[in-house]
């Protein structure tokens, strides 16, 4: 086994023995630096793919609408809706890669329990919306909607559900029922009685205080329009996005629709997402130098009084002929050495602690804007662990060749009488 490490290392190795409780503070100082910077780049690319998730989840990967939907506010209801949407899901539910298109219907108008009334922001889906997004909604009473199509449906009794702040508002229960009024496409007012089915929290107190959920064909007819507001489009895999974009670019411009179309993908609506990750890029990134210089003074200081205690040894070395470079070189792999034993220590803790997250259920507080918590989680990154270990290596070798070639400069006869 010895004859396969090279000599050198070998040598570097007992050199490092020579004070061991220094070099140990040395190695404990670089796997703290390793393990505070892998853990928290853990934490941030957790958070940067929950709330990539999250948005598309939450919107579609890709979604399809009129140009400018976004931007323009609509007069009247479903004025810049899309006319076509049957033809366009049928269109690209062949595609392999796509999940699901949910349409959407998002408008508002007032709810009222018969004697109190107030405003509402609604959203028309249909029953599959709930399984493609997974558990978006933490629903506190009832059910989500029901198929339209089981037996079960009876359509005189059209559901809603309602945020659990709005309920409270009109306080209604499960069973109960309400009325909408809102606004149609052509200007009318139209009111229709809908039996609260569930109550439901997003963990946003402003969304819980006015948004409800109703069947899609029950907001056409409540607006009596055919229309849809979007088309969302739900992948298996969300690092797809690009490809199925450009297809179904394609796809929908060989179609002969009555309107144009704009495919906005999940990143353009992700403002939350691209905020936090600006946020902690910068944490991370301040994070990043400050242990950096920390390492750099610990191994700076460390190999100095390293140089020092074997100046006479320097200058024998020097005086049997060998040359600076050559003595620079072993510190260097000394110095190299301690940075290779102490980040994979640290990336060690680090993988410990992700799996020790996974085990024991630690809550963080609720984020700005929300009432629930979160799981604490952190993502071992190989990747992350490369970066930091090269990182401190390359700060390391610095740190020794600055020491070295200070003590490599003094002359053979004063090295040698150095006391």
Known sequence: MGQ?????????????QRNRRRSLLSVLIIAIAVFALTSAGGFGLYTYESLKESTARDTGHITISQPGYFEQDEEMPLENGLADADVISKALLSNKNIRGIQPRIEFNGLVSNGSKSTIFIGSGVNDREFDMKGPFLDVREGKTLSSVSSSRYDPSEPE???GVDLAKNLKVAVGDWVTLLATTS????????????????????ELDKRQLYLHIQSAQELLSSEKVSTLSVFLFETKLTKN????VDQTLSGLDLQQAVELTPWQERAFFYAKVKDLYDRIFGIMGAVMALVVFVALFNTMTMSVTERTREIGT???LGTYPAE??????KESGLLA?????VGGLLSALLTVLLMVVDVQMPPPPGRTDGYPLSIYFSFELLMYCSAGVVVICILAAWLSAR???KKPITEALTYV
């Not at 396969?4 to 490092?16: C, D, K, T, Y």
């Open 244 to 247: 199925v974009q450009s297809w």
């Open 406 to 408: 200070k003590g490599v």
């Open 327 to 332: 003595i620079v070189t072993g510190f260097v």
């Open 4 to 16: 396969l490490i090279p000599l050198s290392l070998r040598v570097a190795f007992l050199n490092l």
């Open 340 to 344: 290779f034993i102490g980040a994979m």
């Open 317 to 319: 070395l020097s005086a």
């Open 160 to 162: 809603v559900m309602l």
């Open 186 to 205: 052509d200007g009318a007012l139209n009111a229709f009685d809908f039996k609260v089915r569930g109550i439901y929290s997003t963990g946003v107190p």
